[in-house]
């Protein structure tokens, strides 16, 4: 059973930055898209930013300027750069990929990491 591993959440005062990882379990998949949802307190989880490759790259419009996504293919990471942070940033943030299995992409999620913006 895949897993996805993140890391790199924490506390940071507004305006600072924190870089997001994420790892897949296993070497030996085939992954499509990659990326970050975030879950505000109380809030529905909305996407933050994907990738799929270096032309199919998509950012919430609240972050765009602001984070960067990026992905190592070859270790099956994904990593989320989040700069000139935002209270409203604050979240639990869930990688995600789209992996191959038995003919078909089934999405896997992360258990999440925590992101507090504080000021």
């Known amino acids: 059973q895949e897993q996805l591993v993140e890391s790199g959440g924490g506390s940071v005062q507004v305006g600072g930055s924190l870089t997001l990882s994420c790892a897949a379990s296993e070497s030996r998949i085939v992954v499509n898209t990659m990326g970050w949802h975030r879950q505000a307190p109380g809030k529905q989880r909305d996407l933050v930013a994907t990738i799929r490759n270096a032309r199919a790259i998509k950012y919430a419009d609240s972050v765009k300027g602001r984070f960067t996504v990026s992905r190592d293919y070859a270790k099956n990471t994904v990593s989320l750069e989040m700069n000139n942070l935002k209270a409203e940033d604050t979240g639990v943030y869930y990688c995600?990929?789209?992996?191959?299995?038995?003919?078909?992409?089934?999405?896997?999620w992360g258990k999440g990491t925590l992101v507090t913006v504080s000021s």
């Open positions: 995600y990929a789209e992996i191959w299995k038995s003919g078909s992409w089934v999405e896997y």
